[in-house]
Each structure stands twice: as C-alpha cells, then as structure tokens.
C-alpha cells in the first residue's frame, strides 16, 4: 500500500559547489521535527561517463516510487568493478533531500516541490571536489566537468530554482536556507513548526534621552549599508509641535542576524539574506499577506511609534496589475515592482519627546554581531561632530519624456474620455530624465530635504539604485488595532515670502471650487476602497478639503478613517486601496486602463507607495512623489523625476503644462538644475504633487 507521500527537495548544483555539505547538515536540522531521507545521486551514476544515465535511472526508480508514496529501491554503483552492485532503500519520510548533479533536471522537476541550486566560483568548486575526493577524482575532473556544461546548456535548473545558495560564501547556510524553505508556498504546511519557529522572536529595546541630527545619523550608521531605508519626518522642526505624521523617523538597513531584502519582478519575489535567496512565485500581496500582516511581537511600554520592526520600502505602481488594473510591459532594465528590507534591528527617533529608540529582534541566543551594532549606534546617536562632508553634485541636464506639444495632446484625449463618460478625473503624469557622472543619491536627498522638508521624506537605497522622496502624502495607515486613516491631497498652493500674497494663495487654494471637486471626488473613491475591508457604518471623513499650510505649500487635504473589520487581511486593505487614487483618477480601474493607453511607460516607484509594514501589524505608507529615482548605468547613473496632475474636464492643456513645470521645480532647484527648455520657474499658483 502507497503510504503519504514525503516532501521531495531536491539539493542540486555543479561538481564542488558544496551541496552534499549543506544537503547533510539542513537534513540534520529538519530532523528537530520531521522524520528525513537523505539520497545522494552520486550512489547512482553509472561510472565517470554516466550523468545523462544516472539521471534517468533516478528519476525512474528513486523520484518515481517516492512521488507515488513508496520505499524507493535502486541499485549503487560499483566504482570499483564498474558495474552495478547492492540494492539499497531509500524509504518514504516527511522529507526527503535528493542531493547531487541533475537532483532536479527537468525530467526530475515534475516530482519536486522545491528546488536548492548552490552556485560556486569555479576555482573554487574544482579545489574543493578535489579535497574531498582526492587524486581518485582528479583524472576525470573534466572528463566530468563536460558533461555538466553539455547538461546544464539544454536545462538549467538554476533559472527556475526556488533557493539559489552562493556556496563557499561566508558561514555555513543550512539555517536560512530552513528559513528560506518554510516560505515555500508548497513547503508552508509540512514546516509549520519551523515558521513558528520563525515567529517566535522578542523585541527589545534600548531608550536613549537624545535628539540627534537624523542626517547625521543616518549617514553614519547606514551611508555605506547596500540596503538601507530612512523614512524621515524631515519636516518635523518647521511645522510646530510633531503630530502623527511627523513624529517619528525610522532608520534601518538589511544587515545582522534576522536581515533581509525581498525584490519582486512581474510574479516573483527573491528574498534575499546573506548567501541564500529564495524564490517565491505568487502575486505580491499574497507574499506579503503570509510574511506580514499578524502581530508577531509586543511594542516596548513608554514607545509611541506602531513601528515594531518589519519590512520597510516601495510598492511600485506598477503592482496595479494585482488590483484591477492591467498588466503593462515592463522594459529590460526597468527597477523592481517592489523594493523592500526586512529590518531585524532599527533606529526610531522620537521628535516629540525627544528620545532615541534602538529596536532589535532577538530569539534568546548569544549574537554578538547584534551587540557590536548596539555599540556603534549608541555612539552615533550620542555623537556630537557633523558627519563627513561630501563632494558636490555635478548639476545634471534633464530632458522631458513628452515635449509640450505632446503632453497637451494628451490632455485633449483625456478630455475627450472624460466627454465619453469613461472617467471623471485622469492623474496624466511624464517624466524628466538625465544621465549623470559621479552622482551621490543620497548627497542629492539632503538637497532635497533641505529645500523642501516633508512628513513623510524618504530616503532608500537598494544595490544599483535608489529612491529620494519629499512625500507630503499619507497614502495608508493602519494600526496593530484596526484603525484605518487616508488623507489624499487635492490642491496645493506655493507660498509667497509676503504676508498678504501668502495669505491671498491660502484663500485661493481655500476658495477653489476646481479643487474642491478633485479633493471630493478622490474622498469618494477612497471612501470605496476603506470599505471593502471595514466594519459596516465605520468610514466617515473628519476633514473635508482642510487647508494645511507648511514651509512651502498651503495644501488641501482630507482625512477618511474606518475600522477594520475582524478577520480581514491586513494586505488585502492595502491592496484594495492601491495605486493611490490621487495618482490616478477616478473611477480607478478605468482610469487606469486609460493612462496606460497615454502614458505606454511604467511609472516605477513613482506614484506607488512607500512606509513600512511593522511585526505589529501595523502599516503607514506615504505616496511616493516629489520624488528622484536615482539607477546606476553605463558608469553613471540616470535620474527620473516623475511629475503630472489632475485633468478634469475644465482644465485647460497650456495651464496644466504650467503645473507640470512647477511641480518639477522643488527637485530641479535642489540639484541646481532647470527644467529642459529653459528656467524651472512656473506658475506660483500651484505646486501639487
């Protein structure tokens, strides 16, 4: 009688990688809770010509009766006589690792429900084969190495493993590629005791009475780090007393013990932690509704920040094909549907009380990497010198993607939908470019913040690119309790250095029965999106179209509240929301069937969405504008400042090109720079993200 069929993981990668290494000690680790087989192919090869043989007679009598629930019983080889030798058994087991050259060539893959490739320098996987197997294996190390490039050139298990390991990389990995497997959409059930295991971690906290430069610090705990995050209430010392939208700022990269980053491409999202990378194949709010979304830890007493450690980074807009809208072609080289790091260690600063919060997960182990970074981030927070001076900026030459002519075009065919009755608002957005040498992402982000301070700035930085954000735009917040905040902005207004000009733009803004329709009309949708996930009765709208003035804009905003309805999933609220209605216009879906057919371009991180995702379960989430994305290329690096507006069906081309000028002049003049054509000066009227 066929028994249960086991877990087949399949352990593969070229001669000397280290697979049997991590084969034997990942099984010793699955035997904590589940009963494991381990197979290795080399048992079975039919002598040193033997790979293409040695799979298929694995894949017949050891993938095939373990597939279908029994013992497996296959014939080793005997190297010696050059024949086949003993039978042996493999017998079924909750898992069983299948390690060796070809584990999981394609004739094995269908039986398989995860895939581990571990990748290895050459050099380096000829020097280790030969230590372990001695002068025995020297004569034939190429005679074999040929027949793995003859293999591996018809079918390359690495392109569509779930776990790629850079072997030889560092410490030993068999304990996050565990991690990495209990994230398996096909593995999630079978290591339920390791994902507890996972979630099984503390918060603890040191508080320090400081209020540091959060530049300063920022620079100094995280200018280097590959992967960092700043999200940077940088308005906070302008606008009178913090409140909740600038209270706080949250620095943290993906370094220590519990550090990760997670990339998602059209379908696929690769976490990444040290030499491991795992592949999850499933849309991106199921990824994130399984990694996210359940309160895992208690917030320390005396910290009013909902941020208990989590994932921190952008959501691209082009994720809208995962909420009604449509799926665009993405170009070769085109930035990560969604950028994110999980943060296993942090910095909160308090700007209210004035304090400093150290944040760090902990699962009761000695981590004495863990206390070295305590050390140097008690000694930034208490550091009293500037950070290090960088070199200037070069001054970068933008280029628009729509000329004038172009984009007024477009305004008369988004009016036109609007006369059809196929929309009632169109967020019509291009974009500025510019190629330029020796550039500093994040010396160009304090320019920005400098020029321009905001409640929710930020600042993030993955290998290869990086975002600069003076956000005024809360997109989402939730709370580990189940409250629901949007505050959409529709209508902003420049202020002007005189008194009375500044006060007449206040009342404009105030009077504006244009703006006052935009504003009312992303309420409604917003309203719509809350609701899908609240308690019956629980939206309301406690501002409606108020005028908050800052630095440098009156702005309108209006504030949607509702509470969650038990039960719901916390990433499903964010993905019934997203893209902001603010970046697209109303009705959304339709809306954005209709950008697409005008702007043929993705918007990247821009227009999307970026905060963080706390272990509380708590989320806040700023739209992503008056924003530079900054990607290294041909030896430089190429900028892109996404800009656009509101059309309705009153606007008028020549003022809405006006608009698209000025909203491009709070990041043009931080880099010194003008808008192509001639000056970045527009139109003091409006200044709207």
Request: hydrophobic fraction near 40%.
């Amino acid at each position: 009688m066929p028994g249960t069929r086991p877990l087949l993981i399949a352990v593969d990668g070229r001669s000397g990688a280290g697979k049997t290494t991590l084969a034997v000690e990942l099984a010793a680790l699955l035997r904590e809770h589940h009963s494991v087989s381990l197979f290795h192919l080399e048992d079975i090869y039919p002598g040193w010509d033997g790979l293409a043989d040695g799979i298929s007679r694995y894949v017949e009598h050891v993938l095939r009766p373990l597939g279908e629930g029994r013992a497996a019983r296959w014939r080793a080889w005997d190297w010696t006589r050059g024949e086949d030798g003993e039978e042996h058994v493999t017998p079924g087991a909750d898992i069983v690792l299948l390690e060796g050259v070809g584990a999981a060539a394609s004739a094995a893959r269908p039986y398989l429900d995860a895939v581990v490739w571990v990748e290895a320098d050459p050099d380096v996987r000829r020097r280790t084969a030969i230590e372990r197997d001695g002068a025995t294996y020297a004569p034939f190390w190429e005679r074999w190495a040929e027949q793995e490039v003859a293999w591996l050139s018809e079918d390359d298990p690495s392109v569509s493993a779930d776990i790629i390991v850079q072997g030889h990389r560092g410490p030993p990995s068999p304990r996050a590629v565990r991690l990495a497997l209990t994230g398996l959409p096909s593995c999630a059930v079978l290591l339920a005791p390791e994902r507890a295991g996972r979630r099984g971690l503390t918060l603890d906290h040191e508080r320090i009475d400081a209020a540091p430069n959060t530049a300063e610090l920022f620079t100094a705990l995280y200018g280097e780090s590959p992967a960092a995050v700043w999200l940077d209430s940088s308005d906070a010392a302008t606008t009178g007393p913090p409140t909740d939208r600038n209270r706080f700022s949250i620095l943290a990269d993906a370094g220590g013990a519990f550090g990760q980053q997670a990339l998602h491409r059209a379908g696929v999202t690769e976490i990444s932690a040290g030499a491991v990378t795992a592949r999850v194949r499933a849309p991106f709010f199921r990824w994130l509704d399984d990694v996210w979304g359940r309160r895992a830890v208690r917030l320390p007493e005396g910290f009013g920040c909902e941020f208990g450690l989590g994932w921190l980074g952008y959501l691209g807009y082009e994720l809208k094909r995962e909420t009604g809208g449509s799926d665009t072609s993405t170009p070769d080289g085109a930035l990560p549907d969604a950028a994110l790091v999980f943060a296993g260690r942090a910095v909160v600063v308090d700007h209210l009380e004035g304090s400093v919060f150290l944040l760090f997960l902990s699962d009761g182990r000695p981590d004495p990497e863990r206390d070295d970074w305590l050390e140097r981030a008690r000694a930034a927070v208490e550091a009293t010198a500037p950070a290090t001076d960088r070199l200037p900026l070069p001054v970068p030459t933008f280029r628009t993607r729509d000329s004038r002519e172009e984009y007024l075009a477009k305004i008369d065919l988004a009016k036109t939908e609007i006369a059809d009755g196929n929309t009632y608002e169109v967020c019509l957005t291009t974009a500025l470019s510019a190629h330029a040498e020796n550039f500093d992402a994040l010396q160009a982000y304090l320019r920005l913040r400098a020029v321009s301070p905001a409640p929710f700035a930020h600042f993030l930085r993955f290998p290869g690119f990086a975002v600069a954000s003076t956000s005024p735009e809360r997109f989402l917040k939730l709370t580990a309790g189940g409250l629901m905040r949007a505050e959409p902005i529709k209508g902003t207004r420049g202020r002007s250095a005189d008194p009375a000009a500044d006060a007449a733009l206040l009342e404009d803004l105030r009077a504006s029965a244009k703006d006052r329709a935009e504003n009312i009309m992303i309420v409604d949708l917003l309203r719509n999106d809350l609701s899908h996930h609240a308690l019956p009765g629980s939206v309301t709208v406690s501002r409606l179209c108020d005028i908050e003035t800052y630095a440098t804009v009156h702005q309108m905003v209006s504030t949607i509240d509702a509470r969650l309805r038990p039960g719901s999933a916390r990433a499903g609220v964010v993905a019934s929301a997203f893209p902001a209605g603010s970046m697209t216009g109303a009705p959304k879906i339709s809306t954005m069937d209709i950008l697409d057919r005008l702007e043929r371009t993705p918007r990247g991180p821009y227009s999307g969405a970026a905060g963080y995702f706390s272990l509380t379960g708590a989320t806040d989430l700023a739209v992503v504008i008056r924003t530079l994305v900054v990607q290294e290329d041909d030896g430089g690096a190429r900028l892109t400042l996404g800009v656009g507006g509101a059309i309705t069906a009153d606007s008028d081309p020549a003022e809405e090109w006006d608009e698209v000028r000025t909203k491009a002049r709070g990041v043009l003049s931080a880099l010194h720079s003008v808008f192509p054509g001639g000056s970045a000066a527009g139109r003091d009227r409006t200044v709207e993200p």
